[in-house]
């Protein structure tokens, strides 16, 4: 446990991120003693590319029917991976054009739905998903907007969600945002 805390505190230093009298050192402990490795009983199995839009994920794929994937940008190869192993993708990312075989939505996932966002729980109920349907897996990269999402949705709807696969970014503002980041942790 020591080295993963030694471990965030260089991540953060690297990034000028001070950690100063002014920041409540007893929340950022109970923080950092709340992230940890979890084992699970599943084997990890590679999907995707081989760098970017590649992630290690629980062996269950075939209890997987569905994937939503907010933020494709350009790369599709854990999309197309998922594809290839019999899981419906749905992609959405209002950044680009996409013309392919997957169910596309040009939006933004976001806390409120427009002509240029949608909610998750609108972007679920615009495919007619069963209401007890939880064989989905999110894999999200959104780019810094994955922080307001996840403190804003309710705990019921992540929960039909049996793989959940997000890139978080701006750890940089940690000491700023850490009460919404360790809101979105313990869910």
């Known amino acids: 446990m020591g080295h993963l805390r030694s471990s965030i ?37 590679r999907i995707g590319g081989e760098t970017d839009g590649g992630y290690l994920v629980p062996n269950i794929l075939d209890e997987i029917k569905y ?5 494709v940008s350009n790369q599709t190869s854990f999309d197309e991976d998922c594809y290839k192993k019999k899981i419906t993708p749905f992609l959405l990312d209002f950044t680009i054009y996409y013309n392919n075989q997957f169910n596309f939505i040009k939006k933004n996932l976001n806390t409120f739905s427009d002509d240029n966002n949608i909610t ?25 907007n994955e922080w307001d999402i ?38």
Not at 67 to 71: A, C, D, I, K, R
Not at 128 to 142: G, H, K, R, S, V
Request: proline share 2%; charged share 30%; net charge positive.
């Open 9 to 45: 505190r260089k991540f953060l230093l690297d990034r000028r991120t001070l950690l100063t009298d002014v920041t409540d050192k007893k929340k950022i402990a109970q923080f950092l003693n709340s992230v940890r490795p979890v084992k699970t009983n599943h084997d990890l199995v």
């Open 150 to 187: 996840l403190d804003n949705i309710e705990l019921s709807l992540l929960k039909k969600f049996k793989i959940i696969v997000i890139e978080f970014h701006f750890f940089k503002q940690f000491i700023k945002n850490l009460q919404k980041i360790s809101n979105v942790f313990k869910k």
């Open 120 to 144: 998750l729980r609108d972007w679920l109920n615009s495919v007619n998903l069963a209401e007890n349907e939880n064989n989905l897996m999110l894999q999200m990269d959104i780019e810094g």
């Open 67 to 71: 994937l939503f994937s907010p933020g």
